[in-house]
């Protein structure tokens, strides 16, 4: 089971909201499917993300990848040490593997909880 | 989707399966990195049943195979295959195949690309009509294709095979009994190391395939997906239809000028010639390296300056260098190795060097 205390999209990212903010980042199965990950490009900190449009990309040796944002609002804090760190997101894509933390003003519609992403996986697995 | 005997081994293996050319094959087993550095090292396992495979034989074999394509079959002896291009009358290529005589000298046996076997059989029927005495045998179904490569797939394969291995010469080939079954094997591949393709009946296939892994057991033999198999013959130099060659390219374009021999009347030789005739070409197809991250991708961009000079042909990251490393046509001018270039990604321009091909040779 993945983490409860967050939010995913179909596309596998995931957002975990304390107060105003929201943490963002990637789940495991998306670091799975990617494999051999080589380049992250996130934005800069005061940049604005909207829900649903890309945020960043993410390239691994067999494809490059955009990361949507589960959130709107503006970047307040990016995990700079991620791109020259890309194994932390094999090892803890949940926690030491955070992308980008957001003060939102908004969130997508089309959010799961950690059971329907579960079921999401499932059925892409058959 | 068309499967390979093999399917129901790769998906107990969890394999990530994709679509290649109509048929379901694996992509990976592992991380593409390390089944690319397994090969290097000791010896991968490849499922190759995609490949087209088809049998040519009657009085007039040989003579059909001098208008199919581009390599002098009189000049191929028995057991020996050659590497050959079949062209439309304009001599843009058809798709690139390997040309193998029968070892008994009865006929010859061609592997073909997946995504362009249809297209083939049919050339081959058509061209076949000008003989009297010449039979195509799409043997794809029948028979199973499966590789092993790397250093140790000599050691490995010994025990399989009554087959004198020592005595198989590159690009040779040879028919007998493998694991127990009547079949052939040669000693070729598409990943620039030693190794041997088999060409079995398809039972023989999988009892093969088990064999291979339990003799290489102790060698580290594990099963290699396509993935690992496209940056190897990436690194290796070796074309890949599709990518460095296609439907626009000659032979000559591509530097594969070996491959085509003037001494018999083929179909697109007089454009050939006619290319030859008008000097050398604009164009050449070079090798790029970058170190930085982004891995340059087929249909990227080539720069210089603010100047598109070309496209990328093929691209990866190359776990042998450890450099991405690229394949692009670029005009002469451009061509020379140590010219500085840059590919362009959503993000920007990335710094790339013009090299020679190939980016690896392995020590014989």
Known sequence: MRPNDRKYLKSHEWSKTEGDTATVGISDFAVSHLSDLVFLDLPAVGSAVTAGEPFGEIESVKAVSDIYSPVSGEVVEVNDDLPDNLDTLNSDAFEAGWMIKVKLSGESGELMDAAAYEELLKAEAD | ?364
């Open chain 2, 1 to 364: 989707m068309k499967q390979t005997v093999l399917h129901s081994v790769h998906e107990s293996l969890g394999a990530r399966m994709v679509d290649f050319a109509g048929w379901s094959m694996p992509v990976q087993y592992r991380s593409i990195i390390d089944e690319a550095k397994l090969v290097r090292e000791r010896a991968g396992l490849f499922d190759l049943g995609h490949m087209g495979r088809v049998r040519i034989c009657g009085p007039d074999a040989e003579a059909f195979l001098q208008k199919l394509q581009t390599n002098d079959a009189s000049k191929i002896a028995p057991g020996r295959i050659r590497y050959a291009m079949i062209l439309n009358a304009d001599g843009l290529t058809q798709d690139d195949i390997l040309v193998y005589r029968e070892p008994a000298d009865d006929g010859f046996f061609l592997v073909i690309n997946a995504g362009n076997s249809d297209r083939d059989l049919g050339i081959m029927r058509e061209t076949a009509k000008g003989f009297a005495n010449v039979e195509v045998i799409d043997q794809t179904e029948e028979l199973g294709m499966i590789a092993i490569q790397g250093p140790l797939s000599q050691k490995i394969t010994s025990e399989l095979t009554d087959i004198n291995l020592g005595e198989l010469k590159y690009y040779a080939w040879a028919r007998g009994n493998i694991c127990g079954f009547e079949g052939a094997m040669s000693r070729t591949g598409y990943t620039g190391e030693d190794g041997f393709e088999f060409y079995l009946s398809q039972e023989a296939t999988l009892a093969t395939w088990q064999k291979l892994l339990e003799l290489g057991a102790g060698d580290g033999l594990l099963p290699c997906g396509l993935g690992a198999r496209d940056i190897l013959r990436l690194e290796a130099g070796m074309p890949l239809y599709g990518h460095e060659i296609d439907e626009s390219t000659t032979p000559y374009d591509a530097g594969l000028d070996f491959a085509v021999k003037l001494t018999h009347d083929f179909t697109g030789r007089a454009a050939l010639e006619a290319q030859r005739a008008a000097g050398e070409t604009r164009r050449k197809l070079v090798g790029i390296t970058s170190s930085e991250r982004r891995v340059p991708r087929q249909g990227y961009s080539l720069h210089v300056g603010d100047k598109e000079i070309g496209k990328v042909c093929s691209g990866g990251a190359s776990p042998t260098l450890g450099l991405n490393i690229a394949t692009g046509y670029l005009p002469l001018e451009f061509a020379e190795p140590g010219t500085e270039i840059t590919f362009a990604t959503r993000s920007g321009q990335v710094p790339a060097t013009v090299v020679p091909l190939p980016f690896y040779k392995r020590e014989r």
